[in-house]
């Protein structure tokens, strides 16, 4: 199974940071996941809150601030915040990337930064926000998407089928072997989120996906390589 180091190692070091995607690597995930949202002057940047206050030293909504306005802001460890563009060339070459799309509006801005990095077929983009995904598809088909679904009742096929999607990333209580089985007869993937002890990865290897995604990348990881 794919090992995914949710917001870089966001729990080790500072989130959506190039020092925490540093760690994910170090760490030999397969995967490292990132936030992403706009600028007031449409950079995209590592950032999974709208407001800065909880992982910055800084105050306000993202979105009111020029990245200029940010260049200056500590972001855990005297880090910086990223731009898109420079978490995909950290990770080039070396693993995959999961993006999540955390506002409706921005996909064009997404698969250009993905285009331009060259990195179609290292890259799945995942949102809450299903039409966001299906928007995506329509600009690049090449690049793979996989929808949230953290509620029920739930309707995988339906919803995947709706967002033109290729995989759903889930929580372990919403999916069992029979769901990812029928997942794979339609050619989707489904993966696991917030796995954090042995017994959660158990279980979603048992049942048969794709991938875990886990804030404790130091622990997960060996459970997979032994």
Known sequence: MEVVSHRGAGVLEPENTLLAIRKGIELGADAVEIDVRATKDRKLVLMHDAELERTTNSTGKLSEKTFGELKDVDAGKGEKIPLFSEALAEVKGKLKIEVEIKEAGIEGLVVKEIEAAGMEKDVLVIS??????????????????????FAQPIDFGSLIK????????????????????SLKVDGKELFISKILAEEDFGKAKEMGATGVSTDNPDKIIPLVKS
Not at 131 to 141: F, G, Q
Not at 162 to 181: C, F, G, Q, S
Request: charge should be negative; hydrophobic fraction near 45%.
């Open 128 to 149: 809450f926000f299903h039409t966001a995904l299906k928007k995506v598809k329509e600009l690049n088909p090449e690049i793979r998407t996989a929808v949230i679904l």
């Open 162 to 181: 709706e967002a033109n999607a290729d995989a759903v990333h889930t929580k372990l209580e919403y999916a069992d072997r029979e769901i990812a089985d």
